[in-house]
């Protein structure tokens, strides 16, 4: 991530607050900031999402294109995750300097998304073995202000969600080949379920207790951090450690312990956008626009 | 031919502008608040944003400090999900590279980069939506950018693109008009002076028709001129608003 300077003193006043269940904005440990989702943002992807989480900024787009299946799995279609961190959000980002974090953050993707559970991947298929739909999935840093991974989940739900794909006729050429035809009426299309599309949640530890949605100053006093992806019906899906300090295993039970609690507001209230008719009374404020402007 | 296409007999272009015609300019300023200048521009599909830190000290490479003036850097790049086909590498490739060169010459013409000696500042652009125009939208985002960052420059820098066809200049061409394989000319100009900071043409064209594309060039990029100046006014206005002046 981007890095921030923090003196000792400031480390001090950051972790003598965290104990007291108060952070430097006024947030207890387990509250969010501000988050304001907008989809269809870009006009010429299949689906779209920006999120802005306090200083946080991530635009995803979905563009669905016809491909072949992965060998093993000859019935599903597949996703691919490209993180591009732009040197927009730092300086330190220019050239290949935004590569490695890039990778990191695609590679916990993959890991995330990677089980049967997550998106219903044989409603990608074509025909098996042959033709299928590939998502790439394509994630924008616009700006850093930490907790990239909670942005980058909830964009990328509610990009898959905003996504619309042509549906297909196959038919029969004259040699006997199959032929593909994409309906042109662009209402004539299938979306995807997102119900059990996870959201990461991300927990530092900042001296004796954990906090979510951790600042860059935080994440500057914090030695380790957990990182959990967890659907709203709490089943979790990946749980990576980062950090250069170590965790006892009785903080990493607290830790989720503690997850299964907010995430079902959380996670739920990520179906706020989704379901209009439903509301949900969280412990954040979400806030939901779908205009096609940007800003 | 592509002609016919390009331009109907009543004047009409394939998206129903006249052959002067600008396309629609929607600009915001300060969209950041990390970044010392932001700004994002829509002209018609094409979708830019700029992003200026600076000036700061020379990073990387201390070689590369200058004694007298500051030292622009620019990096050009688009999102993968820009294009209509999905592009596999944001940045590095040849065209990125060159945009970035051209972007860097333009903005060292414009500002008044003699004040901050031994300094640096960066300017970074992404397209996030490529609709023809890629180098006009990036410029004149970078302006506003350059403008809510505090910079001084000599002058707005307002770039456009003009085609020739039928014996017709277009101003503003889309990506369509673009690709269709006619002149286009790209043009970054201070509107004041009348100076130009960038030119570039490619494809052929008779040079009796030099003088006409340039001054359809340099009419639109005045038009865009006004317009970036109503947004940068606005945007004082709103700011100074907040602040209680």
């Not at chain 1, 923090?6 to 952070?23: C, N, T």
Request: aromatic share 6%.
């Amino acid at each position: 991530m981007a890095t921030v300077q923090v003196s000792e003193a400031e480390k001090v006043y950051i972790l003598h607050g965290v104990r007291d269940d108060l952070r430097v904005d006024g947030r207890g440990c387990e509250d969010y900031r501000h988050m304001e989702i907008e989809t269809d943002v870009v006009s010429n992807t299949d689906g779209s999402a920006k999120v802005s989480l306090g200083h946080t900024d991530v635009l995803v787009g979905v563009k669905a294109e016809i491909g072949k299946p992965r060998p093993m799995v000859p019935h599903e279609g597949y996703l691919e995750f490209f993180v591009d961190c732009s040197a927009n959000a730092t300086p330190e980002f220019e050239g290949r300097g935004g590569d490695e974090l890039g990778v990191e953050l695609s590679n916990t993707l993959y890991k995330v998304f990677n089980n049967r559970s997550s998106i219903d991947l044989k409603s990608l298929c074509i025909s098996p073995g042959e033709h299928c739909w590939v998502l790439y999935v394509d994630v924008l840093l616009l700006q850093c202000d930490g907790n990239l991974f909670d942005a980058i989940s909830v964009a990328i739900k509610a990009a898959l969600f905003n996504t619309k794909i042509p549906k297909v006729h196959l038919s029969e050429n004259e040699e006997g080949g199959k032929e593909i035809e994409l309906s042109d009426d662009p209402y004539d299309c299938m979306r995807l379920n997102v119900e059990n599309v996870p959201c990461i949640v991300t927990l530092c530890k900042v001296g004796y207790r954990h906090v979510v949605d951790a600042t860059l100053q935080e994440k500057a006093c914090s030695v380790a951090s957990l990182i959990i992806s967890v659907t709203h019906k709490g089943t979790i899906t990946c749980v990576r450690k980062v950090g250069g300090g170590s965790l006892d295993p009785e903080s990493i039970f607290e830790m989720t312990e503690v997850r299964q609690d907010p995430p079902p507001p959380y996670s739920s209230s990520c179906h706020l956008p989704f379901r209009p008719s439903q509301h949900i009374s969280t412990g954040f404020p979400v806030r939901r626009s779908n205009c096609n402007r940007f800003v | 031919m592509a002609g016919v296409e390009l331009l109907s007999d009543q004047g009409y272009r394939l998206d129903g502008r006249k052959a002067t015609e600008l396309r629609k300019v929607q600009a915001r300023m300060g969209v950041f608040a990390q970044a010392d200048g932001s700004a994002y521009i829509e002209q018609g599909n094409t979708k830019a944003l700029a992003v200026v830190y600076g000036p700061h000290e020379v990073r990387m490479s201390r070689s590369k400090t200058l004694h007298d003036r500051a030292v622009i850097n620019c990096q050009y790049s688009m999102a993968t999900f820009s294009t209509a086909e999905r592009k596999r590498r944001p940045h590095g490739d040849r065209k990125s590279t060159e945009m970035s060169l051209h972007l860097k010459q333009t903005f060292e013409a414009a500002v008044l980069t003699n004040l901050y000696p031994r300094s640096q500042i960066d300017i970074y652009v992404k397209i996030l939506q490529s609709d023809g125009g890629n180098y006009s939208a990036c410029v004149n985002a970078a302006t506003l950018a350059v403008i809510d960052a505090g910079i001084p420059m000599r002058d707005y820098v307002c770039a456009c693109t003009a085609g020739f066809v039928d014996e017709t200049p277009l101003a503003d061409l889309c990506h369509a008009e673009e690709s269709g394989g006619g002149t286009s000319l790209a043009l970054a100009l201070l509107p004041r002076g009348g100076h130009i900071a960038l030119l570039q043409m490619d494809a052929r064209l008779h040079q009796d028709h030099l003088e006409t594309l340039m001054e359809a060039a340099m009419t639109a990029c005045k038009g865009v001129s006004k317009v970036l100046d109503q947004v940068v006014r606005q945007h004082l206005q709103e700011v100074s608003a907040l602040t209680g002046e």
